[in-house]
């Protein structure tokens, strides 16, 4: 079982990135494959899913984030595609508050996550995760300016990502007029500012 990958980032994708280490690629998910950048070394943390048809690796930012994985992928419902979607989210304490303030309408604001999985993960989590708090190195929210008319490869990249974890083109067409106004820099910038609309709408 792997802990962590300390290499390059070769390759960024909608979907994955790949790491490589002693010249071997490895083809690792992410919640938010554009935090990261080509040519870059990283050390990435890993969970290794083993299934009968496939060993799937899965890469957090830090450990706090791979430690949140885990509780989530516990509960029943959740599975790994699911939890990288919630993980994509910056806003990882409104997700704890949510929890605890057993706040099913925002839970179910997340792709795959229905009524019953939000019931699921309060029943399973409430009051469990006082230990990921921010200095467990969660990253914060950002505020960023809007303007009228921006639009770029970064924007599509960050829409195709949307796809990549589970959202529906309803759910991205809603906010798409909002995030072509956005002055934002990179992939990365498009894509926290789609996920934090989209948990608002």
Do not use: C
Not at 3 to 32: C, H, K, M, R
Not at 41 to 52: H, S
């Amino acid at each position: 079982m792997y802990e962590y990958f300390d290499g390059l980032v070769t390759s960024v994708t909608p979907y994955y990135i790949v790491v490589e280490i002693q010249g071997i690629g490895y083809q690792v998910y992410v919640a938010n494959p554009f935090r990261y950048h080509a040519d870059s070394k990283k050390k990435v943390y890993i969970y290794q899913a083993v299934r009968e048809n496939a060993i799937t690796l899965y890469g957090f930012w830090n450990l706090a984030e791979k430690n949140l994985f885990l509780k989530l992928l516990n509960v029943s419902g959740i599975g790994p595609k699911s939890a990288l979607a919630i993980l994509a989210n910056d806003n990882h304490l409104g997700l704890v508050e949510a929890i605890n303030g057993e706040n099913i309408t925002y839970l179910t604001k997340f792709p795959g996550v229905g009524k019953k999985t939000a019931q699921q993960i309060i029943l399973d989590l409430k009051g469990k995760l006082e230990d990921l708090d921010e200095q467990s190195g969660f990253i914060g929210q950002q505020s960023l300016e809007f303007k009228e008319d921006a639009t770029n490869s970064n924007l599509v990249e960050a829409l195709a990502a949307l796809d990549a974890l589970g959202y529906t083109k309803t759910e991205t067409k809603k906010i798409t007029k909002q995030l072509k106004q956005l002055n934002a820099d990179s992939t990365d910038d498009y894509l926290r500012a789609a996920l934090k609309l989209l948990m608002h709408n």
